[in-house]
Structures are given as structure tokens and as C-alpha cells.
């Protein structure tokens, strides 16, 4: 299982940008997809996620300005952030919880967190 994730960059203080992530492999399933971050000499946090079911969660600091969605047939997951501030500077991670794999004909397992490798996102003015 691979996800990849693209549309970061660098944006003004109060500008929007939107991040798309796709997950490919023999997925049958994938439980939760969301998108977590990091900055520099800070821990990885929890930006947004969201159950196949709909149910989004979001941070503290980015609730009413950033919004997730997903498209279970694709296998995709998107987070639109707008008002964005400097401190929301950070590489910004895909993840797909409980990834559920066909291997071959008959066999069917559930795959831990799988993430992606990042796309860097920069708030400056």
C-alpha cells in the first residue's frame, strides 16, 4: 500500500491551499484516512481525519478553517485549509488506518497506520 500525497507549498498568511492524498495497492478498505503534521522540533500531531463513514475529527487549532474529505471508491482523502497562519507551517502526512488488502485469491489481511512521505507546507508572508 502506497499513499502519495500532493498540492503543498508556500502561501501567504490568510491564503488557502488544498492537499490530496491517494492510496493504491489491492485495497479492499481503508477505515480511517486523515492527515497529521509536523513541524520542526515539534512532535507529529493530529490535523484532521476521517472515518469511511464520514466522520471527521479535527485539531483544536485548525477547526472552521480546514475541512477533510474522502472519496472511498478512489481511495483518496483531501483537506482544504484555508485562513491559513504561519504556525500552520509544517510537512503535513497522509494517513490510512486499518487498510484492508486482498493478497491474492483468498487471503485478506488489515494493515496497520500507513503513511505517506509528506508534502511541505509554508505560511509566510
Known amino acids: 500500500v502506497q499513499l502519495v500525497e500532493s498540492g503543498g507549498g508556500e502561501v501567504q498568511p490568510g491564503g488557502s491551499l488544498r492537499l490530496s492524498c491517494a492510496a493504491s495497492?489491492?485495497?479492499?478498505?481503508?477505515?480511517?484516512m486523515g492527515w497529521y503534521r509536523q513541524a520542526p522540533g515539534k512532535q507529529r500531531e493530529l490535523v484532521a481525519s476521517?472515518?469511511?463513514?464520514?466522520?471527521?475529527v479535527y485539531g483544536d487549532s485548525v477547526k472552521g478553517r480546514f475541512t477533510i474529505s474522502r472519496d472511498n471508491a478512489k481511495n483518496t482523502t483531501t483537506l482544504q485549509m484555508n485562513s491559513l497562519k504561519p504556525e500552520d507551517t509544517a510537512v503535513y502526512y497522509c494517513?490510512?488506518?486499518?487498510?484492508?488488502?486482498?493478497?491474492?485469491?483468498?487471503?485478506?489481511?488489515?494493515?496497520?497506520?500507513?503513511w505517506g512521505r509528506g508534502t511541505q507546507v509554508t505560511v509566510s508572508s
Open positions: 495497492g489491492n485495497i479492499l478498505n481503508i477505515d480511517t
Open positions: 476521517i472515518s469511511s463513514g464520514g466522520s471527521a
Open positions: 494517513n490510512a488506518d486499518r487498510v484492508v488488502v486482498a493478497l491474492g485469491a483468498s487471503r485478506i489481511i488489515t494493515l496497520p497506520d500507513r
